[in-house]
């Protein structure tokens, strides 16, 4: 079946018009052969939705995204489809667009308006390198920039096996393996059921490299991204001078208004440099700026991150604010490192352990920093360290043994005889969240647990 079905929506455009969408197809049985020439056949369509449907199979394809793009157009790239186009596989697996180590697999420069949408797709092969003529460079799974008013939407997403090399010999930059995307003015970024997983920064020969997220580079300079039930496995951030981001490095700075929020999310067995990292996990960097720049993370997993001082490092610069709730921080290098500049972080039901250097480190010049209802304990540089201008730590659980159920299996819930059962406070500055990590009620027994997990019958 070769055609493209055509039908109106009911939905309005601000010329008072009928907004149009088509549906274009892509693979043996679709209306085109390559999934490029379907993604820049729908950025010539009349303004309206338009979506690319892709069959199952593998593409091998470096796919670039018009620029600008979209023009006021919603232009949805959707994998999985059966031959009739009728019916999909939801895995992201069943439909591979394959970079073949020639470049990067998509670039979405100049989204200036309207949105782009990709999901059920699986986003892989791509390699670049960085240093000497190559320069700085960044996502060789997927590179993106969203100005204006625009939307980035990424569901159902698999970015993996995507490489930077530093090229042998020379000073080299690098910046998101499996993806980076740039925020500028006040757009939108979304990642839901996005996985990262073996995504590599690495060094070419004697290069010396400053490597930054291994799965993701974040840029919020002004919007908001939004990250939710994402995974980032077995990435690399592995750089001779500077190595920051395992899963993930964010940025977030001026104008007011901008953040970033990440919600049911896990960083698992990442890696940064052992001694020249940050963030086996993740690095959250919110910088000078004006008006109000936020980090919100909320029931994420930490566990077994690679190398570093930290597998949550974060830094909250002029007037920014960092909350944390409800997240477990577990058997790394090192744990959670907050440093607070003149702005404010909460640090709230956590539960940091088994690390071979400290739990929980924070430090503050001008601002403040409060750790309430959480855990540290068996931490081998301490398992609490609080310095600077003004902290407060209260209810807490600090090196005496919590009773988890099964650490050495990654299960830190807590047992019925746990210490840690109703001995929180209800009312913590940064606050309490509706649930605990597991996704059971926050408060049980009418006061809170201590630590990231609510001890349920």
């Keep these: 079946m070769r055609r493209i079905v055509r039908w109106a929506l009911c939905a309005v455009l601000s010329g008072g018009g009928a907004a149009q969408a088509d549906i274009l197809t892509v693979g043996p049985e679709g209306a085109y052969s390559s999934v490029q020439a379907a993604l820049s056949a729908a950025a010539t369509r009349p303004l309206g939705a338009h979506e690319v449907r892709v069959q199952r199979g593998t593409y091998t394809e470096n796919l670039r995204a018009p620029n600008p793009c979209c023009g006021g157009r919603h232009i949805a790239v959707v994998g999985g489809w059966y031959n009739a186009f009728n019916s999909r596989d939801t ?168 953040g970033l929020t990440m919600v049911e999310s896990s960083f698992e067995g990442n890696v940064v440099n052992n001694t020249l990292g940050e963030g086996a996990g993740a690095e959250i960097r919110l910088l000078q700026g004006d008006g109000i720049r936020t980090a919100y993370l909320e029931r994420c997993r930490f566990l077994s991150n690679i190398g570093g001082r930290s597998q949550l490092d974060v830094s909250a610069s002029g007037g920014s604010r960092f909350d944390a709730w409800d997240s477990l921080v577990a058997d790394g290098r090192g744990g959670v490192d907050v440093i607070v500049n003149q702005s404010r972080a909460h640090l709230t039901n956590l539960t940091v352990a088994d690390h071979q250097l400290q739990g929980i480190r924070g430090s503050v010049a001008g601002g403040s920093l409060t750790v309430h209802n959480s855990i540290a304990f068996g931490n081998g540089g301490g398992d609490l360290s609080l310095a600077g201008s003004s902290y407060t730590s209260a209810f807490n659980l600090v090196g005496i043994d919590p009773r988890f159920k099964n650490p050495s299996a990654g299960d830190y819930d807590l047992d019925g005889a746990s210490p840690a059962a109703d001995a929180g406070t209800n009312t913590p500055p940064a606050g309490l969240r509706p649930a605990d990590l597991a996704g059971r009620s926050r408060v049980y027994n009418g006061t809170v647990d201590i630590g990231a997990y609510e001890w349920h019958p």
């Design 91 to 258: 895995d992201p697996a069943s439909t591979v667009i394959d970079g073949r180590s020639r470049g990067r697999v998509f670039t979405a420069l100049g989204l200036t308006a309207g949105s782009l949408t990709l999901s059920t797709l699986t986003l892989r092969g791509g390699y670049l390198e960085a240093g000497g003529i190559h320069g700085v460079a960044t996502g060789a799974g997927l590179r993106a920039t969203v100005t204006g008013e625009a939307r980035l939407a990424l569901s159902w997403v698999n970015i993996e096996r995507n490489v930077i090399r530093g090229e042998d010999g020379t000073n080299a930059e690098a910046q998101g393996a499996g993806a980076m995307v740039l925020l500028h003015d006040a757009p939108r970024f979304s990642a839901h059921r996005v996985f990262f997983r073996n995504n590599m920064i690495v060094l070419g020969g004697s290069s010396s490299l400053r490597a930054h997220g291994g799965g993701l580079h974040l840029q919020v300079f002004g919007g908001r991204a939004d990250i939710s039930r994402s995974e980032f496995t077995s990435n690399w951030s592995y750089g001779s001078l500077y190595s920051t981001g395992g899963g993930l490095h964010a940025m977030v700075q001026q104008p007011g208004g901008t």
